[in-house]
């Protein structure tokens, strides 16, 4: 199995990488009660451009784990977590 390189779990939005990548998985749970919490990838450096992956994690969820099978991050990789009315998500994003 390839290596890949991680974020390591992160609470907030982030650049992931600034350079042409793959985007291997992504691992998130919702971290508080009441609503939902939205979680997005962008093949970008920002929050904008070709959105990758988008997630809505549920009060309550458990932890879900998205295989992305490699796909190619022209730009980079930017994780958005948009709590909206909910209070977070902890999301781990494993890259090479």
């Known amino acids: ?3 890949c390189r991680s974020s390591g779990v992160l609470t907030a939005s982030s650049v992931i990488s600034s350079e ?29 451009g070709k959105e990758l992956i988008r997630i ?3 009060p309550g969820n458990t932890a879900v784990e998205y295989d ?16 909206g009315t909910g209070t977070g998500a902890a999301v781990s994003v494993e890259y090479n």
């Not at 749970?29 to 093949?43: L, R, S, Y």
């Open 1 to 3: 199995m390839p290596s």
């Open 20 to 48: 042409r990548c793959k985007l291997i998985s992504l691992h998130a749970m919702n971290t508080g009660a009441g609503a939902e919490t939205t979680v997005k990838v962008f093949d970008n450096t920002a929050a904008s």
């Open 56 to 58: 809505i994690l549920s």
């Open 68 to 83: 992305m099978h490699g796909v190619i991050a022209s730009t980079g990789l930017y994780l958005e977590i948009s709590t």
